[in-house]
């Protein structure tokens, strides 16, 4: 395996998805550049200033590592999304190595945000289900990844993943997954990256209606 990476390395050498220089897929001074998130994340409302909450979000705890406005994490988020890009694995996990271990329960159960069926096939993986795997990787977790738990259907209206408005996006994702199975009580929902918490929110909701008793969020990135 590492003779084949190192092989790939010297056909295909490696340039920086954030600064584009030469030497690593995601270089060390880029990882080192990302503006963390300091402070709880409010689990209703994601802020994570002090602040009146008005929040009705339904996750027990959100974790976020960084801001998705940042250029040097948006970057990597982007090429994950639209690369299919295992060789960001490495650099990835010495980035999360590096930040506070989630305080998650070893009992629950990792559920990647699924992807619809189209999607999956047009791009050939799910960015979640490897950000999934690498968190367990980078802070060597026990938890169990479910990828047999969720479905997702197509989105009636794809453009409303483009706003920012929560009460839109709620109205539009409602429907769109359906539990194949009975939930596990304790369940940990990861993505890439959560902006309203609405498509997150209707997961939890599905999940709740499945038997979960408990949902948790962790997203490499917060924010739009
Ligand atoms: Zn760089
Ligand atoms: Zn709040």
């Not at 920086?16 to 990882?31: I, L």
């Not at 490495?90 to 945000?113: H, N, R, T, Y």
């Not at 189209?118 to 950000?131: D, I, P, S, T």
């Not at 026990?142 to 989105?155: S, V």
Request: aromatic share 8%; hydrophobic share 40%.
């Amino acid at each position: 395996m590492r003779i084949k990476v190192k092989l790939w390395d010297l056909i295909f050498p490696p340039y920086c998805v954030a600064c584009g220089n030469p030497g690593e897929w995601w270089c060390g001074d880029c990882r080192g550049k990302i503006h963390l998130v300091r402070g709880d994340i409010c689990s209703k409302c994601l802020t994570v200033a002090e602040h009146e909450c008005a929040g009705i979000l339904p996750f027990e705890t959100v974790t976020s590592f960084g801001y998705y406005h940042d250029p040097n994490l948006r970057a990597l988020i982007t090429k994950l999304k639209f690369n299919g890009v295992t060789i960001l694995k490495s650099d990835l996990k010495s980035f999360l190595c590096k930040q506070k271990v989630p305080d998650i329960s070893p009992g629950a159960v990792f559920v990647p945000m699924p992807l619809a069926e189209k999607r999956l096939k047009e791009r050939g993986f799910n960015q979640a289900e490897f950000v999934a795997e690498v968190l367990i990787e980078a802070f060597d977790l026990q938890n169990e990844i479910n990828l047999d738990l969720l479905e997702r259907m197509e989105n009636k209206d794809p453009q409303s993943s483009l706003t920012h408005d929560y009460g839109v996006r709620a109205g539009h994702i409602k429907g769109v997954f359906r539990a194949k199975k009975a939930s596990p009580e304790h369940v940990v929902l990861i993505d890439d990256v959560v902006t309203t918490g609405a498509t997150a929110g209707e997961v939890v909701r599905v999940l709740m209606e499945a038997g979960a008793k408990r949902v948790d969020l962790i997203t490499l990135a917060i924010g739009a």
